[in-house]
């Protein structure tokens, strides 16, 4: 069998849940670490800068030069089926970050697996 020209690599926030994404922003103040995850393209960049101000009672963190997300899931609040949400900003990702600062191509950010499941005959 041959090689497969072209592999495919999970990102660093693979396998990072909506849950843990809440519960570090909903903590989050002015000032603290923030990673917006921008898929456009085909190509995983992250943008790793901080937070801007939040809003509580509205569920809503701000970043600069990002604008308004979702505190209980990451998604942006006029786009939240854009290519642009919030992760966590764990070691990994802050490394691929530095590593990749323009971006790369050959990632995803989503686990197939659960997906192709839905779609397998039953045995």
């Known amino acids: 069998m041959t ?37 456009q393209g085909h190509v995983l960049q992250y943008a790793i800068t901080a937070v801007e101000g939040t809003n509580p009672a509205r569920g809503r963190i701000y970043i600069g030069q990002f604008g308004a997300f979702y505190t209980k899931h990451g998604k942006n609040c006029f786009e939240p089926k854009g290519q642009s949400s919030l992760v966590v900003p764990t070691p990994e990702v802050l490394a691929w970050a530095e590593e990749h600062p323009r971006g790369e191509v050959g990632y995803v950010w989503y686990r197939f697996e659960g997906y192709q499941a839905l779609f397998s005959k039953p045995s």
Do not use: F, L, M
Request: hydrophobic content about 30%; overall charge neutral.
């Open 3 to 39: 090689e497969p020209r072209y592999v495919t690599k999970n990102s660093p926030c693979v396998d990072q849940t909506t849950d843990e994404i809440a519960v570090y922003y909903r903590a989050a103040k002015a000032g603290d670490a923030a990673v917006v995850r921008q898929t």
